[in-house]
Structures are given as C-alpha cells and as structure tokens.
C-alpha cells in the first residue's frame, strides 16, 4: 500500500516538473517580447497624443451648431473596438477587457470591432455582429491595417449603423499593473473648459471642414497606440502569471517531495517493524 503511495506520487513530481518547464520557459518568452513590446508602445504615444491635441483644438473652434463627427445624436446602438490578446495564460488579461464591456454596454444594442483571436472567439460565441473578424493578431499589427479598420468604422458611423464607438483597450501602467480602460471615439467629446489663448489657431479650410479629413488619420493613429499598449500589457500579464505559475510549481514540487519522504520512512519503519516482530516469534 504504502508502495503504491510512493509511485502515485513520483509520478505526481515528475507531471509538476514537466509543467513547471513550460511555465518557465513561456515566462522567458515573455520576457524577451516585452522590452520590444514596451518600446513600440512608446515609440506609437507621441503621434496620438499630438494628433488629439490637433482634433481637440479644431473642435474647441467650430462654431455650427451641427458638426460631423462631434454632434452628438440619439444613441440607438453602439460600437466597441475590443482590444484583446490571441491566446490565453495571462492571468486576468482577457476577461477584464470582456467585463468592461459587458459593464459599460448596459442593456443597449451594440456591434464589435475585435482585434485578438480571444475577442473574436468570445463575441462570435455571443452571437455579437462583428464589424470585422479578420484581424487575430495584435502583436505587429501595422499602421495601414488600422487606418483601414478607421474608413470601415467612418463609414459606419457616418451611414448610422451605431451612433457612438468606444475603445476598449489595456492601458500599460507598470510590469505588475496594467488597466482596462474605455474610451469613447466618436462622437468626439468638447472639452468642458476651453483655455482661452492669446493668439487663435487659424483654419484654412474651416475647422469642420478640417474634421472631415483629419478624424480618419486620428483613428487610425489612436488604435495604433491602443493596440500597441494592449500588446505590452498582455506581454506582462503572462509574464507575471507564468511566473506565478512556476512558483507555485516548486512550492508543490517541495510539498510532495516532503510526502514522498514520509511515506518512504513510513515504509522503512513498518519494514522494520515486521522484521523484529517476526524474530521475536
């Protein structure tokens, strides 16, 4: 009996050591793409952080009252641009990004824009109208992918078929902290305080006009950044859940060595114990 105890666990090890290989050299993996991971999200922050400046500053100058792209008009359904990852094993990474979702829709229809083969897995599965199920790769994802994916959701916008779009993405704070967030696209949203400035920004053509052209290559630009800065927190988030994993896998490794010890001395004094009892009779 105690025989058989002692096999059940040895095999038991030698599965965690096996397991705690992969989770190992899956935590290297990660590792190596984060730096490249993290200086591509740099490298895609100051083209959207300049061109918002830009949008921002046209629409704090026009004076219709009815302006593409900022008018803001009755919501009937809505459209979310889903950043998640292409594979699982990263702790909480992709269910996050799907309860924000599920949390910010709040009963009203809407139709996704995923990026990530998780995302278009889960929303397929919810029989959720995709706007596009192409796109299953975040990582290397190009400028001229997303500026495509920017015309499609224009073109949606502008024909009503949803009157709001949102981004939902995984901001990089920190190797151990990353933040779903959700960011509305259009209708562009005025900002509340207008800082008056000495010298006014003259638009030739108009600022609407301007709008027009310009909200493509914002889009474009801004699911770039997002995409990039989704890619660096999944990257993280697997890197910090293997390594979880593998530690987890040597305090097991070290719980059933520590019960193999004590089935094999539980073994040896019972050996014992009937050799003696065995002479004394």
Same mark, same amino acid.
């Not at 209708?187 to 600022?207: D, G, L």
């Given at each position: ?14 599965? #965690? ?5 992969? !989770? ?5 993996? $990660? ?52 950043? $998640?990852?292409?594979?699982? *094993? ?21 139709? #996704? ?16 109208? %995709? ?9 290397? *994802? ?10 499609? *959701? ?15 993405? !995984? ?13 509305? %696209? ?59 994993? !593998? ?10 060595? %520590?019960?193999?010890?004590? $089935?094999?001395?539980?073994?040896? !004094? ?12």
């Amino acid at each position: 009996m105690a025989g058989s105890s002692m096999k059940a666990i040895k095999l038991r090890i030698k599965s #965690v050591e096996s397991t705690m290989q992969i !989770t190992k050299a899956m935590q290297l993996v $990660a590792t190596s793409k984060l730096r490249r991971a993290k200086e591509r999200m740099e490298n895609s922050k100051p083209y959207a952080t300049v061109s918002r400046e830009a949008i921002m500053k046209a629409v704090s100058q026009c004076s219709e009252p009815q302006v593409p792209f900022v008018t803001p008009r009755e919501v009937n359904n809505r459209c979310y641009v889903v950043i $998640a990852g292409e594979r699982g *094993l990263a702790g909480g990474y992709n269910a996050n990004v799907f309860k924000a979702v599920a949390s910010h829709a709040e009963g009203v229809p809407y139709c #996704v824009l995923p990026l990530g083969r998780k995302a278009i897995d889960k929303f397929q599965h919810m029989g959720i109208k %995709l706007l596009n199920d192409k796109i299953g790769h975040v990582e290397g *994802l190009r400028v001229s992918s997303c500026y495509q994916l920017a015309q499609r *959701l224009i073109s949606g916008y502008r024909d009503g078929e949803f009157d709001q779009l949102f981004l939902v993405y !995984t901001s990089f704070q920190s190797m151990m902290s990353q933040e779903v967030r959700v960011e509305q %696209l259009l209708p562009i949203e005025r900002a509340k305080e207008q800082v008056e400035r000495n010298v006014a920004t003259i638009y030739e053509p108009s600022p609407e006009e301007m709008l027009e052209k310009a909200v493509p290559d914002f889009l474009a630009g801004r699911l770039y950044s997002a995409a990039c800065d989704s890619f660096a927190s999944e990257v993280s988030a697997r890197r910090n859940a293997m390594d979880s994993a !593998t530690k987890n896998a040597g305090e097991m490794i070290s719980d059933l060595k %520590l019960k193999y010890n004590r $089935a094999r001395q539980g073994a040896i !004094t019972q050996e014992i114990t009937e050799i003696v009892a065995g002479a004394e009779q």
